[in-house]
């Protein structure tokens, strides 16, 4: 279920529809990363990093969109006040520290390991994307303010970082639509053109 079909006038989607764009991700980016590392050959090794090399950067990209596209939603729920949030999967589960694990794979990922990795195997320099590593930094702490969502039944209890920007009306109308598009076009890097209302 996505914003495109969800018609409920006092009621929230927790996801609404990235899930869908998410899950096409050409692989996890530590899945492959992983199964890479695990080549014993460094000629083979320099080969399968080729190959790899533009599925991470297309990973990283969509990676970083997703979670600025929570961090979007995130603000335009808060925007909505008392009404519920449906559909919340963390919803009164356990609190774990593990809930950074894959945020902060992605951080140090972009920051150094690519980097590394793209210039011992193919002789390029990847430079990161600061707006990703801004990205990164305020959804682990959106995350950390909300506990991972476990306790999150109702948009008012949205915690947002103080670092996030309050968007006025426009703003939130232009996030809005960036959101619907993104959906709709199954594409979240459309949330990039408007994480300067809340970055």
Do not use: H
């Amino acid at each position: 279920m996505s914003i495109l079909d969800f018609t409920q006038e006092n009621q929230m989607l927790f996801d609404p529809g990235y899930s869908a764009s998410i899950a096409r991700v050409s692989g996890n980016i530590e899945y492959m990363y992983e199964a890479f590392s695990n080549i014993p050959s460094p000629k083979q090794k320099r080969f399968q990093f080729s190959i790899l090399y533009p599925k991470f950067l297309k990973a990283v990209d969509l990676n970083a969109a997703f979670y600025l596209g929570c961090m979007l939603w995130g603000v335009y729920l808060k925007s909505c006040p008392d009404k519920e949030i449906v559909n919340n999967p963390c919803l009164d589960t356990e609190f774990s520290d593990d809930c950074f694990y894959e945020v902060d794979f992605l951080y140090n990922f972009i920051k150094q390991g690519l980097n590394r990795d793209a210039k011992y195997y193919l002789n390029k320099t990847y430079s990161p994307n600061p707006l990703y590593l801004k990205v990164l930094e305020n959804y682990r702490e959106f995350l950390s303010l909300n506990k991972g969502f476990v306790n999150v039944k109702k948009t008012d209890d949205i915690l947002l970082p103080k670092t996030l920007k309050t968007p006025n009306e426009t703003d939130l109308k232009l996030i809005y639509e960036a959101i619907l598009n993104a959906v709709k076009e199954d594409n979240l890097e459309i949330l990039f053109t408007v994480a300067d209302k809340i970055l």
